[in-house]
């Protein structure tokens, strides 16, 4: 479904604050596999999704996603195949327009936008089933602005928008760590539901360890820009803390590694 | 204050024709959240286009309609300037405006100011407004439905109708979610440069429209007439929101209320006019009530407070524990 073949990435180079966040990154999901990603700060996790996403385009190297070759592709058009869902609860939603709204840009990701109606009648209606079923108490605000809402909730509505035109890929970049513990875990716990509803192939980006060993099929550690760990089926099921930060300080030779990621 | 009541069709007239330019400036500055400084020169432009088509014995729709697409062009160049080139969104406007000085002078000709000949009746009367004709209606040598006022507002209320139902589209929302958001526009599949650009073309094609029909009504476009458009058009956009954004929620009633803003802008103006303030101080006094109303905004959340009852300590029994901790 997704795969990453030995790409680069260097920021600001050439310049004092020369950044190597990515290098050699190589990486195959397959259909409906969901993995979770764990490194320190700097590690190139977001980086590697960013690279992904399209944000900017990688210096070296090649994404393809399902088949096709995205890596010449800007953003807007990888989305057609990529959901979304931020680390900031802000960025995934547009503040200024309706829960409505917002939705039905969700359902249009990917389709060429004409002179047709923004929203139709009937996507109001399915709109409001599909938020009762979040039981956020939404789905009596339609028309409020998403300005309004909170963190827990923004972050939620964003990810019924990711899943709205089923994904080839979903993208969930530390979403729950804006979030206080309670709301994480109800976010975490819809991502789930919604990964496994749609059988969507899945990257996760999270600093909690136990939330990385406790989702997903599969699992991957990033150290200085390079995939150091990659467990998958009845290793990881198996796997706990203790024994992912031993595996990490001996991929990465040092002990240090163990504080950086702890206190991250 | 009989010259002020006297001069109010006037004004109201005037106000709705810059109340379309106003439209157009709320379009970037509120919906794409740009300023686009284009619009000192568009509006010259779509009026000296309008000018020499006419003169020339061009049709007035034809005329009208080839003011536009020269605004929406000039729209089409500050986009790309900011999309392509990556100049931020304020200076490329500055460019364009810049250039476009020299290019309305070559449209009109290397002339300051161009007149229509209004003399001969037959050219008065092909005009769709004029301000010959706030004094015709009421001297009831013409019908009220060429007033000014009447025509301008069919204008107005036509292209309020066309972008309330443009922005309720699939693209009018895309170009709505690329001023709320342009990285979730972005994950969301949306060209954020093409709506931009596409949002600076309609906007620059309105403010063309109204300075084409300010030429009509003046009987003559001149370079300078878009001097300082966007000030104008901001503080009608400013007025209109401060005086209405409580009653109206509507896209349509806001884009109205800027429309509202406009006139009630040039009925202040008349009013300090009639009382004796030397006309070369309005530039000086727009500017300095534009910048007041927005500077209010940004100090209201700086240093008032919001009135909340803070509910006293010992009386909060029920939520307790915290005091006996």
């Known amino acids: 479904m997704l795969e990453i073949k030995e790409i680069w990435k260097t920021f600001n180079a050439g310049t004092v604050n020369e950044k190597q966040a990515l290098r050699g990154v190589s990486l195959t999901l397959h259909d409906g596999d969901f993995c979770t990603v764990i490194g320190g700060n700097g590690a190139g996790k977001s980086t590697m999704l960013n690279a992904v996403a399209g944000v900017w385009s990688v210096d070296a190297g090649s994404i393809s996603i399902g088949g096709t070759d995205v890596t010449r592709l800007p953003e807007f058009k990888r989305a057609q195949f990529i959901g979304r869902v931020f680390q900031d609860p802000m960025m995934g939603t547009a503040p200024t327009m309706q829960i409505i709204e917002n939705l039905a840009l969700a359902a249009r990701r990917g389709r060429s936008r004409g002179l047709g109606w923004g929203i139709t009648k009937a996507e109001k209606e399915r709109y409001h089933e599909m938020l009762r079923n979040l039981d956020l108490g939404l789905e009596d605000r339609l028309t409020s602005k998403v300005g309004l809402l909170s963190g827990g909730q923004r972050q939620a509505l964003t990810l019924l928008m990711a899943s709205l035109q089923k994904p080839r890929l979903l993208l969930l970049d530390e979403h729950t760590a804006a979030l206080d513990p309670k709301t994480a875990a109800k976010v975490l716990e819809l991502s789930d539901r919604i990964v496994a509803e749609n059988h969507l192939t899945t990257m996760m980006v999270t600093h909690n360890m136990k939330d990385a060993i406790a989702h997903g099929n599969r699992l991957i550690m990033m150290y200085n820009g390079r995939i150091v760990i990659d467990v998958s089926g009845e290793e990881k099921k198996k796997l706990t803390v203790p024994q992912l930060l031993e595996l990490f300080s001996k991929v990465s030779g040092s002990d240090e590694a163990d504080d950086k990621l702890l206190l991250s | ?325």
């Not at chain 2, 003169?55 to 729709?61: D, L």
């Not at chain 2, 500055?94 to 476009?100: A, P």
């Not at chain 2, 009852?309 to 029920?318: E, G, L, M, V, Y």
């Open chain 2, 1 to 325: 204050m009989m010259d002020f009541i006297n001069a109010l069709p006037g004004a109201v007239s005037q106000g709705l024709i810059w109340g379309i330019m106003a439209i157009g400036v709320y379009i970037t500055y509120k919906i794409l959240d740009v300023a686009d400084l284009t619009v000192d020169g568009s509006f010259c432009t779509g009026a000296a286009i309008f000018v020499m088509l006419f003169t020339n014995g061009s049709n007035m729709a034809v005329a009208l309609l080839a003011a536009v697409l020269a605004g929406m062009a000039a729209g089409l160049v500050t986009g790309l300037l900011h999309t392509l080139c990556g100049i931020p969104a304020i200076l490329a406007g500055i460019l364009t405006q810049l250039g476009l000085w020299s290019v309305n002078l070559a449209i009109m000709d290397m002339k300051a100011t161009v007149a229509i000949n209004v003399t001969t009746p037959e050219m008065l009367d092909k005009l769709l407004v004029s301000l010959r004709f706030v004094q015709d209606v009421a001297k009831g040598t013409r019908p009220f439905y060429r007033h000014p006022i009447f025509v301008v507002g069919i204008f107005t209320i036509a292209i309020i109708l066309l972008l309330y139902w443009f922005f309720g589209t699939e693209l009018g929302c895309a170009l709505r979610a690329t001023g709320s958001n342009a990285n979730m526009a972005r994950a969301q599949g949306i060209n954020t440069d093409f709506t931009k650009v596409l949002g600076l073309m309609i906007s620059n094609g309105l403010v063309a429209l109204s300075g084409a029909l300010l030429a009509q009504y003046n009987s003559a476009s001149e370079i300078n007439m878009g001097r300082g458009a966007i000030v104008i058009g901001l503080a009608a956009v400013i007025i209109g929101e401060v005086g209405f954004s409580k009653v109206f929620h509507n896209f349509g009633l806001k884009l109205l209320a800027v429309s509202i803003g406009a006139i009630l802008y040039y009925i202040v103006i008349q009013a300090v006019l009639a009382m004796g303030l030397n006309a070369n101080y309005l530039k000086l006094l727009s500017a300095c009530v534009v910048g007041l109303f927005l500077a209010i905004p940004y100090w209201k959340g700086k240093y008032s407070r919001p009135r909340v009852k803070i509910p006293a300590q010992t009386a909060d029994k029920s939520k307790g524990g915290n005091h006996n901790a």
